[in-house]
C-alpha cells in the first residue's frame, strides 16, 4: 500500500494544479471578452451619441438658398427617426429668420424605409401639384438634403399621391441623392428644369450623337449660356466624347436676329487636339446643340472679342455657321 500512496497524491497534487490554472485562463479570457465587448458598447454609443444630432435643410430669409438648422435627435429606432424628422420639417424651422420649405397644406402621406437599398420611400399629398416651380425646388431640396443627413439614408424615392413623381420630360425622377439636388447658384428662387439636346462625339469619333439631359436653369439667363456650359462639362454616358476644351471659358454670348454670337477665351483654341475631323465635330457640336433652340438658326464664333480667320488651319472659322445634319449619327 505504501508504494501506491506517494503517486497517488503527487497525481491529485498535479489534477489540482491544472485545473487552477484552467479556472484562471477561464476568467481571464472572459474578463478579456467582457472588456472588448464593453470596449465596442462604448464605441457604439460614442457613435450614436455623435449620430444623435442632424441637419434640418429650410430656406433663407431672402428666399434665395437652403440654411441648415441643427436638430437632436431623441428617437432610437429608424422608423421613428425618420417619423421625427419629418414632423419637424413639417413645423418648420426654429431659428429667427428662417423660412419653413413645407406648405401647411402638404402632407406627407408615408414614409417606408428600405434598408438595403438606404432608401426613403415618402409619399406626398396630390396638392404638391399646384406647387409654383421655385416652391417645388425648395421643397424637394429640403426634403431629401434633411432625409440623406441621417447616416443610414442614401436616397430618397419621391412619390404624389402613390404615383411617381415626373420630371420635365415625363418620365419618373426615379430615387434622389444629395449629389443630385443642384440649385441654380446664380438665383435658385427662380430656378426651373428644362431638357437640352447636346451633340457629342460618338464612341469611334466618325459622327456627332445625341444626349439629352435636364437641367436647371435661371430663366432671366440666356438659356444657350447653360447650353454652352453642358458642352463644356462634357457627356455623362461613356460611350461619348468631349468636343470641347474643360479650360474653355465663355467670355459672352448673345443672339440676334437668329444668330448666336459665342466668344470663347484663347483656350477653346490653344488646348483644342488638333486634326480637321477634331475642329469640324467641336464646332458642328455646338452649332447642332444651339440651332436645337427655336430662336437660334446660325452661330457665329469669336476668340476673345475677335473673329478668326480660321480655327486650327483646317477650318475656316469667321463666318456664320448653319446647322449640319450629316454629321448627326442616325
Not at 170 to 192: A, M, Q, V, W, Y
Not at 220 to 247: C, D, F, H, R
Amino acid at each position: 500500500m505504501g508504494y501506491f500512496k506517494k503517486p497517488y497524491h503527487w497525481f491529485l497534487g498535479m489534477g489540482a494544479v491544472l485545473l487552477t490554472m484552467v479556472l484562471i485562463f477561464f476568467i481571464f479570457n472572459v474578463n478579456s471578452n467582457d472588456r472588448s465587448t464593453l470596449s465596442l458598447s462604448k464605441k457604439t454609443m460614442e457613435l450614436q451619441d455623435r449620430n444623435k444630432t442632424i441637419r434640418l435643410y429650410f430656406m433663407s430669409q431672402d428666399r434665395s438658398k437652403l440654411v441648415e438648422e441643427d436638430m437632436v435627435i431623441t428617437e432610437n429606432n429608424e422608423k421613428d427617426i425618420i417619423k421625427q424628422v419629418l414632423v419637424a420639417l413639417k413645423k418648420g424651422p426654429q431659428t429667427p429668420g428662417f423660412i419653413a420649405t413645407i406648405p401647411k397644406d402638404i402632407e406627407f402621406i408615408q414614409a417606408h424605409f428600405d434598408k438595403d437599398e438606404h432608401m426613403i420611400e415618402l409619399n406626398i399629398s396630390a396638392n404638391y401639384a399646384q406647387l409654383k416651380t421655385s416652391e417645388e425646388v425648395f421643397l424637394r431640396a429640403s426634403i431629401v438634403k434633411t432625409l440623406t443627413s441621417l447616416p443610414f439614408v442614401d436616397k430618397v424615392q419621391l412619390t404624389i399621391a402613390g404615383e411617381p413623381l415626373l420630371g420635365t420630360d415625363g418620365n419618373p425622377l426615379g430615387p434622389i441623392s444629395s449629389d443630385d439636388i443642384i440649385l441654380d447658384k446664380r438665383n435658385p428662387l427662380n430656378t426651373e428644369y428644362v431638357e437640352v439636346q447636346l451633340y457629342f462625339s460618338n464612341e469611334d469619333a466618325t459622327a456627332l450623337k445625341l444626349e439629352k439631359r435636364t437641367i436647371a436653369i435661371n430663366p432671366n439667363e440666356p438659356l444657350e449660356k447653360y447650353v454652352l456650359e453642358q458642352l463644356i462639362s462634357g457627356p455623362t454616358q461613356k460611350e461619348l466624347n468631349k468636343t470641347i476644351p474643360v479650360e474653355t471659358k465663355i467670355k459672352g454670348v448673345q443672339t440676334n436676329d437668329g444668330i448666336c454670337y459665342v466668344d470663347f477665351s484663347n483656350e477653346f483654341r490653344s488646348k483644342h487636339w488638333g486634326g480637321s475631323t477634331g475642329e469640324l465635330y467641336t464646332i458642328y457640336s455646338i452649332v447642332n446643340s444651339l440651332t436645337e433652340l427655336p430662336h437660334i438658326q446660325k452661330v457665329q464664333f469669336l476668340i476673345e472679342g475677335e473673329k478668326q480667320e480660321t480655327f486650327k488651319g483646317h477650318v475656316e472659322f469667321s463666318h456664320p455657321f448653319e446647322r449640319n445634319l450629316d454629321l448627326i449619327q442616325q
